[in-house]
């Protein structure tokens, strides 16, 4: 899988591009990343990409220009499709994650100040991606975590593949709490099923438990889960 970055702060990559998963992925050649910086293809003779929006209001705006060039010139005769990161997008779940890995080529803009140009929307963009109801400087963070989170769904790049199975989110529920050595730490014991070596009950604790967190945590992931539970009337699922 490919990523083009397009940002103006390039630099805000190099930990990401250089550490854990993403730095073996690249390695093993499995992904490839290329950051541009957004002032290397303005006309402006300042490197300047941004300009105050037509009808007033606070802020900048990212000036199609730029954007519509580095798009052109990076993706050349190459099939890839273009995402935006910004708030107004798609919220970025697993099940849209999983859609997105099936393309192998990705241009990504970094969306900074007020916003982008509509016209580069209409131009260029085959989807908006937000990762959260939350307002942030720019689209550089939300960047790295959409190709972090397509970049694990490329086969090869997980050391074990099944562990994708009974994550959070993959199977429309919060995962099940873990536990590891010792079995007793400071008098917090891990629940004796794990130690049991029954592969079936320790399957069957761990999804009441799933359920149990989901129900707590994520009411609203839960009444997808059961249409018949009332999200407003949450028990004591410690007890259940």
């Given at each position: 899988?490919?990523?083009d970055?397009?940002t103006?702060?390039?630099?805000?990559?190099?930990?990401?591009?250089?550490e854990?998963m993403?730095?073996r992925?690249?390695e093993?050649?499995?992904?490839?990343?290329?950051?541009?910086?957004?002032?290397d293809?303005?006309k402006?003779?300042?490197k300047?990409?941004d300009?105050r929006?037509?009808?007033?209001?606070?802020?900048?705006?990212?000036?199609?220009?730029?954007?519509?060039?580095?798009?052109?010139?990076i993706?050349?005769?190459?099939?890839a499709?273009?995402?935006l990161?910004?708030?107004?997008?798609?919220?970025?779940t697993q099940?849209?994650?999983?859609?997105?890995?099936?393309?192998?080529?990705?241009?990504v803009?970094c969306?900074?100040?007020?916003?982008v140009?509509?016209?580069?929307?209409?131009?260029?963009?085959?989807?908006?991606?937000?990762?959260?109801?939350?307002?942030?400087?720019?689209?550089?963070?939300?960047?790295?975590?959409?190709?972090?989170?397509?970049?694990?769904?490329?086969p090869?790049?997980l050391?074990?593949?099944?562990?994708l199975?009974?994550?959070?989110?993959?199977r429309?529920?919060?995962?099940?709490?873990?536990?590891?050595?010792?079995?007793?730490?400071r008098?917090?014991?891990?629940?004796?099923?794990?130690?049991?070596?029954?592969?079936?009950?320790?399957?069957?604790?761990?999804?009441?438990?799933?359920?149990?967190?989901?129900?707590?945590?994520?009411?609203?992931?839960?009444?997808?889960?059961?249409?018949?539970?009332?999200?407003e009337?949450i028990?004591?699922?410690?007890?259940?």
């Amino acid at each position: 899988m490919r990523f083009d970055v397009i940002t103006i702060f390039p630099k805000m990559f190099d930990s990401l591009l250089n550490e854990s998963m993403i730095k073996r992925a690249r390695e093993k050649k499995k992904i490839s990343v290329f950051v541009h910086n957004l002032r290397d293809y303005t006309k402006d003779k300042h490197k300047k990409v941004d300009d105050r929006p037509f009808g007033g209001g606070p802020g900048m705006v990212l000036m199609p220009q730029p954007l519509l060039d580095a798009v052109r010139r990076i993706k050349g005769k190459r099939r890839a499709k273009v995402i935006l990161m910004c708030p107004a997008g798609k919220p970025l779940t697993q099940k849209l994650a999983r859609k997105l890995a099936r393309n192998r080529n990705w241009i990504v803009l970094c969306g900074h100040y007020e916003g982008v140009d509509e016209r580069v929307r209409h131009k260029i963009v085959d989807e908006s991606i937000s990762i959260g109801d939350y307002v942030l400087t720019g689209g550089e963070l939300p960047a790295m975590i959409l190709m972090d989170c397509l970049a694990r769904l490329v086969p090869g790049v997980l050391g074990k593949e099944a562990s994708l199975k009974d994550e959070s989110f993959e199977r429309d529920l919060l995962e099940y709490p873990q536990y590891t050595r010792p079995a007793n730490f400071r008098g917090i014991k891990v629940p004796d099923v794990l130690l049991s070596g029954n592969h079936r009950e320790i399957e069957q604790w761990r999804r009441k438990e799933a359920l149990a967190v989901t129900r707590r945590n994520r009411p609203d992931l839960f009444k997808k889960y059961n249409p018949g539970f009332n999200a407003e009337v949450i028990h004591d699922v410690n007890k259940s």
